[in-house]
């Protein structure tokens, strides 16, 4: 069964600090994406990657960065968080060839 | 670049009664359209596919179609139960360049016992 763990499940910061988003998986899937998920809203992709050392821009990459250091992780960076970015967070990762995207179970951060 | 538009947002049924959810697309390319649910508290799982080679996906009691003429795909499910309750998202396979997929608004499904 393919995995997808994030980290941490919930944070709180302040208005401008500095949050990182942990992704994990194992499914040796090339593709990793970030979304955000808001009511109204949808899923809206943050950012992606098709290998370590790739980035993609998405559709809402405003104020976030993401790095892919390895075929496994991928992380979210928030350097300045704002009230705006307080949303629930998902991770996926997917093969080539569209195969079923795979996500984790959400981080919930809130910015105050 | 493609899009997908959901404007169900809240649809309340009783047990028994017909789910009926629908979307419409927009690509350049040939579509594969996705129907994922989310339960509360869990990340959305893909609950069904549908490609120009099969038209129609079957899952769990679930159906999903699509019709090419009108750029529109339908989720629909003869007899809802109660455990059925979830949000429904209906998503679009973007082939141009890196794969994307890109999510309707979804729909939240509230079943009544």
């Known amino acids: 069964e393919a995995a997808v763990t994030q980290s941490p499940r919930n944070k709180v910061t302040v208005t401008g600090g500095n949050v990182t988003l942990s992704c994990r998986q194992t499914?040796?899937?090339?593709?990793m994406y970030w979304y955000r998920q808001d009511t109204g809203h949808g899923l809206r992709l943050i950012h992606y990657?098709?290998?370590?050392?790739?980035?993609q821009i998405g559709d809402v990459p405003d104020g976030y960065k993401a790095t892919r250091t390895t075929q496994e992780d991928f992380f979210l960076l928030l350097e300045l968080a704002s009230p705006s970015q307080t949303s629930l967070y998902f991770c996926?990762?997917?093969?080539?060839?569209?195969?079923?995207?795979?996500f984790g179970s959400g981080t919930r951060l809130t910015v105050l | 670049g493609d899009s997908v538009t959901q404007k169900q947002g809240q649809v309340t049924l009783s047990e028994d009664d017909f789910l009926f959810i629908n979307c419409t697309y927009s690509t350049t390319t040939y579509p594969t359209l996705l129907w994922y649910v989310q339960y509360p508290g869990q990340g959305p799982q893909l609950l069904l596919k549908v490609t120009t080679a099969n038209n129609k996906g079957i899952s769990r009691g679930f159906e999903a179609t699509y019709d090419k003429g009108t750029t529109s795909f339908h989720l629909q499910k003869a007899s809802v139960q109660e455990s059925d309750s979830a949000v429904y998202f209906c998503a679009l396979v973007d082939y141009t360049g890196n794969y994307k997929y890109v999510f309707g608004a979804g729909t939240r499904l509230k079943v009544i016992a």
């Open positions: 990657s098709y290998g370590a050392g790739n980035l």
């Open positions: 499914n040796s899937h090339n593709y």
């Open positions: 996926a990762s997917s093969g080539y060839n569209a195969e079923t995207l795979y």
